[in-house]
C-alpha cells in the first residue's frame, strides 16, 4: 500500500529555512491522479493545510505562509520537498506529508515529523 | 478563509454508546467535507469523504451527514479502539481548512 515517511532535522534556530522531505513508497508520484501535500499540527493552531504540489511541479499554498514556502518534487527519487524560510517559534509543529486526490481529500498520511524552533 | 467549528470539543461516552459530533462551516461547502480520526502520536487517518461517503476499510458504525454548513458525525456503538480526537475538514475553497478538533474519551 502506499506509504508516505517524513524526514529533516528536529531543531531548527529562528529566522533559519526549514527543509523536509517527504519519501512516497507503493505509488508513483508521477501518477497524474495525485496530488503531493504538506500539513502541519500545532497545539495553538490546530490542523494547517500549508500547501499542494503536483508531478509537473506546479503547486499552490496557503496565502498566510505563501511569501515563505517553497514546494518542489523529485520523480527521479519518489519525493517531494517542503520550504519554509524565515522560521519563527510560531513555525513549531508536527509536519505531515499527506497524497491527495483532487486537490480534496488527505489520505494517506505519513508518521509526522516534530520540528522546534529555538535557539 | 472558511472557519469550521466544532462542537462538542470533547464527548465522553461508555462503549456501546451512540456519539454524534457536529462541524459548522462559516459559509456554505455543499458537501465538500471529510471527517479524520487521530489517535495521540499517529496521524490523522480518513473516515468519511464527501460529507456521508464511506472510506475503504472504515467500520459501518461511522457515519456523515450533512450538506451547506451543518455536519455531523456520528459513531454507532462506539467501541474501545474509537476513543480518538476527531476534525473535520472542507474542501470548497483554498486554504483548506479544519476544525479544531473533538475528543472522544471514556466514561
Known amino acids: 500500500q502506499v506509504q508516505l515517511q517524513e524526514s529533516g532535522p528536529d531543531l531548527v534556530k529562528p529566522t533559519q529555512t526549514l527543509s523536509l522531505t517527504c519519501t512516497v513508497s507503493?505509488?508513483?508520484?508521477?501518477?497524474?491522479?495525485?496530488?503531493w501535500t504538506w500539513i502541519r499540527q500545532s497545539p495553538g493552531k490546530g490542523l494547517e493545510w500549508i500547501g499542494y504540489?503536483?508531478?509537473?511541479?506546479?503547486?499552490y499554498s496557503n496565502p498566510s505562509l505563501e511569501s515563505r514556502v517553497s514546494l518542489s518534487v523529485d520523480r527521479s527519487t519518489n519525493q517531494f520537498s517542503l520550504t519554509l524560510e524565515s522560521v519563527t517559534a510560531a513555525d513549531t509543529a508536527v509536519y505531515y506529508c499527506?497524497?491527495?486526490?483532487?486537490?480534496?481529500?488527505?489520505?494517506?498520511w505519513g508518521r509526522g515529523t516534530r520540528v522546534t524552533v529555538s535557539s | 478563509d472558511v472557519q469550521m467549528t466544532q462542537s462538542p470539543s470533547s464527548v465522553s461516552a461508555s462503549v456501546g454508546d451512540t456519539v454524534t459530533i457536529h462541524c459548522r462551516a462559516s459559509q456554505n461547502i455543499r458537501s465538500w467535507l471529510a471527517w479524520y480520526q487521530q489517535k495521540p502520536g499517529i496521524a490523522p487517518k480518513l473516515l468519511i469523504f464527501s460529507a456521508s461517503g464511506l472510506q475503504s476499510g472504515v467500520p459501518f458504525r461511522f457515519s456523515g451527514s450533512g450538506f451547506g454548513t451543518n455536519f455531523t458525525l456520528t459513531i454507532s456503538g462506539v467501541q474501545p479502539e474509537d476513543f480518538a480526537t476527531y476534525f473535520c475538514q472542507q474542501a470548497a475553497s483554498f486554504p483548506r481548512t479544519f476544525g479544531q478538533g473533538t475528543k472522544v474519551e471514556i466514561k
Open positions: 499527506a497524497r491527495s486526490h483532487v486537490q480534496l481529500w488527505f489520505d494517506p
Open positions: 504540489i503536483y508531478a509537473t511541479g506546479s503547486s
Open positions: 507503493g505509488a508513483s508520484i508521477s501518477s497524474g491522479d495525485y496530488y
